[in-house]
C-alpha cells in the first residue's frame, strides 16, 4: 500500500500511554512513531494518559513521562488528556451498548470459565467464552445483577458478518465475527478494561490515525466493533512489527535499555535515541542527523510488519556521531558541568580541540590536563620510562626562544634525546594532555600556548625523580 500524502480531514494522532512506569523504549517508538506521522501530514499529535487503573497510576509517572516526551523533543500538541476526565462518556457508551443487546452481563463465575477454557482445549477448539450468559433476558439479568457479581461483554462472536480493520501496512484486515471472542470490557469491579475506553477516546478526541503494535490487532477488530456499533467513525490503523530485545526477546534490562529516565542519566543525546529508533524497521530513511530528514521521509506504510531488534550499539554510534557534529559552543555549554572553574570561551576553545575525540561527553575529563596544569596522568610508566632528564631537555629547547613550535621543538629534541618516533612523542603527548591519545600535537600546543606548555613540563619533571 502507498500511504496518501495529502488527507482530506487534517491528521491527529496520539499517544496513549498507561502511567503505571516510566517511558521505556517500547513507548518511545510508539511514541515516536505517531509524533512523526502527524508531522509529516501537517497534523496534530496528542498525549492521552490512560489513567483508569486509579491504583497503579502514579502523578509522578506522568509528570516524568511528559518530561521524558519533552527531553525526546516529541512535543505535543495541546493540553494533555486524561482518559479519567472520560468516565462518562464511557459508561454512556457502555449504556447505549447494551441497550441494543450489543453488550450483556456476564455471571460466570472464574471456576466456570476457567472449565470451558480447559473444555474447549480438550476438544481442540480455541478457548472461547462458551456464550452462557450470552441470551439471558434483560429482566433476569437485571435481576441477577442486585446480589451476583458480573462482568460485562461485548456480543461480537454470535454478530453476523465481519469486522474490517483497516490497516495501513495490510489492507483490510477481514475477521469473522463467529472467530471472535465476547470480550470483557466491564470487570467485576465495575472498572473498564483497555477497549472500550480506549476507542471511545480515540473517537472522542477526533484521532484519525493510530499507530501501534501488531499485538493489538485483535483489539482493534473489537474496537472496530464497539465504534461501529455506536456510529463512530473508525480511524486509519497501522499495526507495525513489535520492538524486541537485541536478544531477540521481549525488550528488557538487559536485552536494551529499559527506561528513558536511565538513558538520560547517562548522557546520551536525545536525538541519538530519536534516530536509532526512527530507523528501526523503517527501510530507505537517509543518511542524514536532523530531525527535518526524518519527518520528511517518515513513511508510516513502508513500516515493517516484521518485528525489530533493539540495538543500544547503534544508540550509542549515533550519539558519538552527535557529537562529533555538535558545534564547540554547543559542547561546551554540556562541559561545564564536568569543568565549573573553566570559563566558557576557553571550554568553546577545549570544545573544539576535543571534541572530535569523545564518544561520550563525560570522556572530556580524559582531558583534564589540558584545563588544569596538574592533572593527572593515565600512563605514568611512560613518563618515568623517558625520565626526568627528557622533560628537562623539552623545557628548555621549549623556552630557548627558537624551539616554540611543535615541528622546530619535536626536531631539536629529536636530536637533543636521541629518541624518535612514538618514544618521543607519547611522553610529551602525556605530559600535555594527560591521555595517551587524543588531539593532533600541533593542536594541543596551540591551545595550551608557550606558557601552558611550560608548566605542564615543569610539572612532570617535579613529579619525576632526579
Ligand atoms: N494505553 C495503551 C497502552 O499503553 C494504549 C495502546 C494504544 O496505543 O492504543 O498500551
Redesign the pocket.
Known amino acids: 500500500m502507498t500511504e496518501q500524502t495529502h488527507h482530506a480531514t487534517p491528521v491527529v494522532t496520539?499517544?496513549?500511554?498507561?502511567p503505571t512506569g516510566y517511558l521505556h523504549l517500547g513507548?518511545v517508538r510508539?511514541a515516536l512513531l505517531?509524533w512523526l506521522f502527524a508531522r509529516r501530514h501537517h497534523g496534530r499529535f496528542l498525549l492521552?494518559f490512560?489513567d483508569t487503573d486509579q491504583d497503579r497510576s502514579g502523578q509522578q509517572y506522568m509528570q516524568a513521562i511528559g518530561q521524558d516526551l519533552q527531553w525526546l523533543g516529541l512535543q505535543w500538541d495541546g493540553e494533555v488528556l486524561f482518559?479519567s476526565a472520560h468516565h462518562r462518556q464511557h459508561a454512556g457508551a457502555l449504556q447505549r451498548l447494551a441497550e441494543s443487546g450489543a453488550a450483556y452481563r456476564c455471571f460466570c463465575s472464574s471456576q466456570q470459565l476457567n472449565l470451558d477454557r480447559k473444555l474447549a482445549t480438550s476438544r481442540g477448539l480455541p478457548p472461547r467464552y462458551a456464550g452462557r450468559c450470552r441470551g439471558m433476558s434483560a429482566e433476569e439479568a437485571a435481576a441477577r445483577a442486585g446480589h451476583e457479581p458480573f462482568v460485562w461483554r461485548l456480543a461480537v462472536h454470535a454478530d453476523a458478518g465481519e469486522v474490517i480493520v483497516p490497516d495501513l501496512l495490510r489492507g483490510d484486515v477481514r475477521f469473522a465475527c463467529r472467530d471472535l471472542d465476547d470480550p470483557v470490557v466491564v470487570r467485576s469491579d465495575g472498572s473498564f478494561t483497555?477497549l472500550l475506553p480506549?476507542a471511545i477516546d480515540?473517537a472522542q478526541d477526533g484521532i484519525t490515525h493510530?499507530?501501534?503494535?501488531d499485538d493489538?490487532l485483535t483489539?482493534s477488530a473489537y474496537q472496530v466493533w464497539l465504534l461501529q456499533k455506536l456510529g463512530h467513525a473508525v480511524p486509519q490503523y497501522c499495526h507495525h512489527g513489535l520492538l524486541l530485545g537485541a536478544d531477540g526477546g521481549k525488550l528488557s534490562k538487559r536485552s536494551g535499555s529499559a527506561s528513558v529516565r536511565e538513558l538520560r542519566e547517562q548522557g546520551l543525546l536525545p536525538q541519538a535515541l530519536v534516530q536509532a529508533m526512527a530507523r528501526l524497521g523503517h527501510p530507505n530513511m537517509p543518511d542524514a542527523m536532523d530531525i527535518e530528514t526524518l519527518i520528511a521521509h517518515f513513511d508510516a506504510a513502508s513500516l515493517s510488519t516484521t518485528a525489530v531488534r533493539w540495538s543500544d550499539e547503534a544508540m550509542w554510534r549515533w550519539h558519538e556521531r552527535l557529537l562529533h557534529a555538535m558545534p564547540a559552543a554547543q559542547l561546551a555549554e554540556r562541559l561545564q558541568g564536568f569543568f565549573p572553574d573553566v570559563s566558557l570561551p576557553r571550554l568553546r576553545e577545549f570544545a573544539a580541540l576535543v571534541g572530535g575525540n569523545l564518544a561520550r561527553i563525560e570522556q572530556a575529563e580524559e582531558y583534564r590536563r589540558l584545563l588544569q596544569p596538574d592533572a593527572q596522568i593515565t600512563d605514568t610508566a611512560i613518563l618515568s620510562e623517558a625520565g626526568r632528564e627528557f622533560f628537562e631537555q623539552a623545557l628548555a629547547l621549549w623556552q630557548d626562544g627558537e624551539h616554540a613550535d611543535w615541528a622546530a621543538w619535536t626536531q631539536a629534541l629529536k636530536a637533543a634525546s636521541g629518541r624518535k618516533g612514538r618514544a618521543l612523542f607519547m611522553p610529551l603527548r602525556l605530559a600535555l594532555t594527560g591521555a595517551a591519545h587524543g588531539p593532533e600535537m600541533r593542536a594541543v600546543v596551540d591551545f595550551l600556548g608557550a606558557e601552558g606548555v611550560g608548566l605542564r613540563l615543569q610539572d612532570v619533571i617535579g613529579r619525576l625523580e632526579a
Not at 496520539?14 to 498507561?18: D, E, K, V
Request: cysteine-free.
Open positions: 496520539r499517544f496513549a500511554p498507561s513507548n510508539t505517531n492521552r490512560e482518559q483497555f480506549n480515540d493510530v499507530l501501534r503494535g493489538h483489539n
